[in-house]
């Protein structure tokens, strides 16, 4: 019978130790959040859920899948975390670092930075995250602390300053990767968590809504009839516009922090717009109808 080496024991048990020890986000820990658009009142859900343990540029990390992103906030569907004390630390695709989002027993007036990437900017800056207050929230029997925080995107002096609130073992009530999106973004966006749950925890709801799926497209049948499409997406030159209802409406390209940039008519049937001299990016084709706005995403190489 064949017999591990000693080495092996001891880094396969130093292994198990580390994926065991994991308080936050256990295997099977899954988040749901609501999901909104700056343009349209469509109301949708975001879940993230851990599936997977493994080991990730040299620490035993948990993978976190999510259903969508965020439009402006720049990360990926599979997020790698692992907490090593009271500290959690996610892996940042553009900046190829761990970086510490979350220092659960951080004192009150005391802060914790991270780096994180602007994709707004396309450039990396330090987060400030500060302690304002704690207290404790009793979540099905667990006394679990909550700390009301400042999140400061460190640039000419810290800017600007958003307000959320951390709960030990769910993370930022908001979203549980909330800095990714500093400033106003007109793309999709959390807007606050309904569920949580997993093994340890249990079920926990906010009663944000009935159901932790919970979707409604907002716009009533009759007006679906007369829906916005375009092609192809992404676009370099011309882009064919397909308007289904019988009355022009006007059209209008707005960038990632809803600044308009060009508008035009789009006429009942099909018709072109050429964007050719238009920058390469995010954009969103808005149009308003029946007092709601539909907003679609449009790339430009």
């Not at 080496?5 to 292994?15: G, Y």
């Not at 929230?137 to 006394?143: A, F, H, T």
Request: hydrophobic content about 35%.
């Amino acid at each position: 019978m064949k017999r591990l080496s000693p080495l092996l024991i001891l880094m396969l048990s130093f292994l198990g130790t580390l994926l065991s020890g994991q308080n936050f986000a256990p295997l099977g820990a899954t988040w749901h959040y609501t999901e909104r658009h700056g343009f349209y009142p469509d109301i949708r859900f975001i879940k993230i859920e851990a599936v997977k343990d493994t080991v990730f540029q040299g620490e035993a990390c948990r993978i976190l899948q999510k259903n969508t992103t965020q439009v402006c906030a720049g990360r990926n569907l599979k997020e790698y975390v692992f907490s090593r004390g009271d500290t959690v630390f996610a892996w940042d695709n553009n900046l190829l670092s761990f970086q510490p989002i979350t220092v659960y027993n951080n004192a009150v007036n005391s802060f914790w930075e991270f780096d994180y990437y602007d994709l707004m900017d396309a450039t990396s800056r330090t987060m400030r995250v500060t302690v304002d207050s704690a207290s404790y929230q009793l979540i099905n029997n667990d006394s679990l602390r909550v700390m009301h925080v400042s999140y400061q995107t460190q640039a000419s002096g810290f800017w600007p300053t958003r307000q959320s609130r951390i709960v030990e073992r769910l993370g930022d009530l908001r979203y549980l990767f909330n800095f990714g999106m500093m400033r106003n973004c007109d793309g999709n966006f959390s807007a606050g968590l309904r569920c949580y749950q997993d093994s340890d925890i249990g079920f926990y709801s906010t009663q944000q809504y009935a159901s932790c799926e919970y979707t409604n497209l907002g716009l009533p049948n009759a007006e679906q009839t007369e829906a916005l499409s375009f092609y192809p997406n992404p676009v370099e030159g011309e882009l064919h516009i397909s308007n289904t209802g019988t009355d022009p409406y006007p059209l209008l390209l707005v960038n990632t922090t809803g600044r308009l940039i060009c508008r035009t008519i789009a006429p009942a049937g099909d018709s072109l717009w050429d964007l050719s001299d238009l920058p390469p990016g995010i954009y969103f084709l808005k149009r308003e109808r029946a007092n709601n706005w539909q907003a679609l995403k449009l790339i430009k190489k």
